[in-house]
């Protein structure tokens, strides 16, 4: 048995979604087959992709929250909107698993409830300040605005790319070369 099926992949998935904005709804069911998911998302509905934008912006909400206790807030009231009681499943060959959501829920309300879980899960075996954005972004006119979900054995991560974390390395280096002349 699974016993966390909503974890890592769950929030990876949800910066995916936020970092790169898929262009339909085909893009973004392509993106959860990528990240894992195997369940079908029937029935399609032509609103699918705006309304997967707006769980994809309130999860950004949680991202950004100015401290721990606001990001518990956010977090408690989505999966408190979404979230059903556990259940066990066996569907599509994965093995018995927990699913925390209600069956046959459209493609957004399945999103929203396995992100807003998959980050309670994250945050609090990880750690609350392991979701961020790149810390490249908060350099004045840098413009990364990338969510970086840190999954490392450290708990350091701070940039979503090494493109990034180059940047803002050249720019420390420059800062103090111009400081020392």
Partial sequence: MHLNPYGEYAVLLAASLANDWPADRAAI??????AGMTMDFTPADAADHARTRIVIDDWLRVVDAPTESERARLLNAEMAAVAAYPRLTDHDGEGWHLHYRDAQQSLPHVLRAVIAVGTALHVTTRGMRRL???AAGLAPGDPCTNVVVDVTRGGR?????????????VRRHRAR???RA
């Fill in 29 to 34: 069911v392509a993106r959860t087959r990528e």
């Fill in 132 to 134: 961020s954005r790149c």
């Fill in 157 to 169: 991560q701070r940039y979503c790319s090494v493109r990034c974390a180059n940047r803002d390395a």
């Fill in 177 to 179: 070369a111009s400081a």
